[in-house]
């Protein structure tokens, strides 16, 4: 569209010049520049204030004349007609709304990028809006892209994933996490690769399809690969043998009483709360949440921990409960 639109002035620019070159050569450069320029616009646009050049009663400058209004006006005319076509469309506002969220993505940090917003796409993006994370779509059929209109203010950049400038224009250099989920594993490895190269310290969750690509992946620079087949069939085996646990943690999904979420808290360096007991810290009673769990850097996870469990720098606990009272707890601790 951006092409249409300064090919359109180019154009116009263009028989603008041309006309008040040429009775600027007919006249001998014996009138000023400027009338020949004010000479062609009224001529073109039939506004009528009159000859500004004695054109009538000289022939050749009649006929230039004549000319100059048959094409130069079918080329305004062309020109008004696209750019009608453009705003019509809704190209225009387009290219405005898409400024908007480069400048809105400029501004993000330790947002998540997906990519890919296919059949796993599409719910993964949906629960991280869910939590209130901040995120941003890297796809390239428009299609795919109209089907998150569920999400109010969606941040996407419309374009091929492989492509660097894409992953750039998404802010993947001050991004948290990226979530790979393009249908093929060549795809998904070659963004796992160059998100690792444009991005060290990013964790980077791929999508696979063949089992025999974890180990490339994992070189390639994936935190974690996970494989909708197999999620897919441990899920069906679980609603065979536990459906009432499956029921109770899809029921947490959709329920009512609140955005409702299993998630985690890291207790950092400079919480207050380090040096204090489970039951002292308000993740209960303050902030409604239950412990399910706590692992300190390189030790076992502690499930349901005690009351008297000693809270310490780097411990993350796996707690359930409200979303938005998880993020209040995690500012806190």
């Given amino acids: 569209m951006k092409r249409r639109l300064l090919t359109i002035g180019a154009i116009v620019a263009g028989i603008v010049f041309t006309g008040s070159l040429g009775y600027y050569l007919l006249f001998s450069g014996e009138v000023d520049f400027m009338d020949c320029v004010f000479m062609t616009v009224i001529s073109l646009t039939s506004v009528g204030y009159g000859e500004v050049l004695p054109v009538t009663g000289n022939p050749r400058v009649e006929i230039f004349t004549i000319l100059l209004i048959t094409f130069g006006m079918g080329i305004i005319l062309y020109g008004i007609s696209t750019l ?42 949906a629960e991280l809006v869910e939590n209130n994370e901040r995120v941003v779509l890297v796809e390239m059929d428009p299609e ?79 935190d974690r690969v996970v494989s909708p087949n197999t999620i897919g069939a441990l899920r069906m085996a679980s609603e065979m043998i536990r459906p009432t646990v499956v029921t109770f943690l899809d029921s947490m999904l959709r329920s009512k009483q609140g955005h409702l979420r299993i998630n985690q808290i890291e207790v950092t360096q400079n919480s207050g709360l380090v040096g204090q007991e489970l039951r002292t810290s308000g993740l209960r009673n303050r902030y409604g949440l239950l412990v399910l769990g706590a692992r300190e850097p390189g030790q076992e996870t502690t499930f349901n921990p005690p009351p008297e469990h000693m809270l310490k720098a780097g411990m993350i606990l796996v707690v359930m409960g409200d979303i938005d009272k998880i993020n209040r707890a995690r500012r806190a601790f």
């Avoid at 009608?84 to 330790?110: F, P, Y």
């Fill in 84 to 125: 009608t076509a453009i705003l019509v469309e809704g190209e225009l506002s387009g290219l405005l709304r898409r400024r908007k969220m480069d400048k809105q993505i400029k501004k993000l940090r330790g947002h998540y990028i997906v990519v890919g917003g296919g059949e796993t796409g599409l719910p993964a993006l």
């Fill in 144 to 222: 795919k892209i109209a089907k998150f209109s569920f999400v109010k203010d969606l941040i996407y950049v419309e374009g091929d994933a492989t492509e660097d400038n894409n992953l750039l224009a998404a802010g993947i250099e001050h991004a948290a996490g990226i979530l790979i989920c393009l249908p093929e594993d060549k795809d998904n490895l070659y963004v796992t690769m160059t998100a690792r190269m444009l991005n060290p310290s990013i964790r980077i969750i791929s999508r696979m399809v063949s089992p025999k690509l974890e180990p490339k992946l994992l070189k390639a620079g994936a």
